[in-house]
C-alpha cells in the first residue's frame, strides 16, 4: 500500500541545470499537485491536474513545468534550476476535497 | 483570492501548559478544514479535519479543534503539551471557494519548554 511516492528524495543541482520528479500515486485518484514549501510561508501551489492529460497553474508557477501523461504519475520539471528553487517540494493526490494523501517530499537544493 | 491565517509564527509554551495555534479562513461557505503537523525532516501528517459534522473535531495526539463558523476559525487545542509536541503546524483549506483546491497556512512553529 504505497500511496504517494515521490522520486527522488534529494538532489543537488546546479544552477541551470534540468531535473524532472516524480509522483506517483496508486489510488486511481483523479487529481494530483505539486507544492513546494519554503520558510515562513507554508506549502504553495506549484501545479496542479484535475485528470490525465490535463494540467493548470497553481500560485507560484514560473520556472515550472508538469505533464500528467499517465493517470498515476505527475511530473514536475525544471527547465533550467534557479537558486531561488531550492526548496522542499510535496506531491498530493486526491478524489475528493475533504481528504488528500501526500508523498514524503523531495529535498532539492540549486547551487 | 481565499486565504487561511495562522496567527503566530512561533509559539512557545511550558511543558504541562494548554496549547492553542490559531487559524482563520476567508470564506462565505464553510470549507473543509485541516491541520496537519510537520516534524523536522519529515513530511506532513494529518492531525484532524473538519468535514461539516461535528463542529469539535479530536485528532491525533490529544489534539482537538473547535470550527466556529461565525468567527471564521478553527483553532487547535491541547489540554497539556508534551516536549513531543514540538514541531510546526499547518491550517489548510479546501472547498469551492478554494477552487476545490488545498490552501495552507503559513504554519506556526511550536516550542515547548521544560
Known amino acids: 500500500n504505497a500511496g504517494v511516492t515521490q522520486t527522488p528524495k534529494f538532489r543537488v543541482l546546479k544552477t541551470g541545470q534540468s531535473m524532472t520528479l516524480l509522483c506517483a500515486q496508486d489510488m486511481n485518484h483523479e487529481y494530483m499537485y505539486w507544492y513546494r514549501q519554503d520558510p515562513g510561508m507554508g506549502l504553495r501551489l506549484i501545479h496542479y491536474s484535475v485528470g490525465e492529460g490535463t494540467t493548470a497553474k497553481g500560485e507560484v508557477p514560473d520556472g515550472y513545468n508538469v505533464s500528467r501523461l499517465k493517470k498515476q504519475n505527475f511530473l514536475l520539471g525544471l527547465e533550467s534550476a534557479a537558486p531561488s528553487q531550492t526548496s522542499v517540494y510535496f506531491c498530493?493526490?486526491?478524489?475528493?476535497?475533504?481528504?488528500?494523501?501526500f508523498g514524503s517530499g523531495t529535498r532539492l537544493t540549486v547551487v | 483570492a481565499q486565504s487561511v491565517t495562522q496567527l503566530g509564527s512561533h509559539v512557545s509554551v511550558s511543558e504541562g501548559a494548554l496549547v492553542l495555534l490559531r487559524c482563520n479562513y476567508s470564506?462565505?461557505?464553510?470549507?473543509?478544514l485541516f491541520w496537519y503537523v510537520q516534524y523536522p525532516n519529515q513530511g506532513l501528517q494529518l492531525l484532524l479535519k473538519?468535514?461539516?459534522?461535528?463542529?469539535l473535531v479530536k485528532g491525533i495526539n490529544g489534539f482537538e479543534a473547535e470550527f466556529k463558523k461565525s468567527e471564521t476559525s478553527f483553532h487547535l487545542t491541547k489540554p497539556s503539551a508534551h516536549m513531543s509536541d514540538a514541531a510546526e503546524y499547518f491550517c489548510a483549506v479546501s472547498g469551492m471557494e478554494y477552487g476545490n483546491k488545498l490552501v495552507f497556512g503559513a504554519g506556526t512553529i511550536l516550542r515547548v519548554k521544560s
Open positions: 473538519y468535514t461539516s459534522a461535528a463542529t
Open positions: 498530493a493526490s486526491n478524489n475528493r476535497p475533504d481528504g488528500y494523501t
Open positions: 470564506s462565505s461557505v464553510p470549507p473543509y
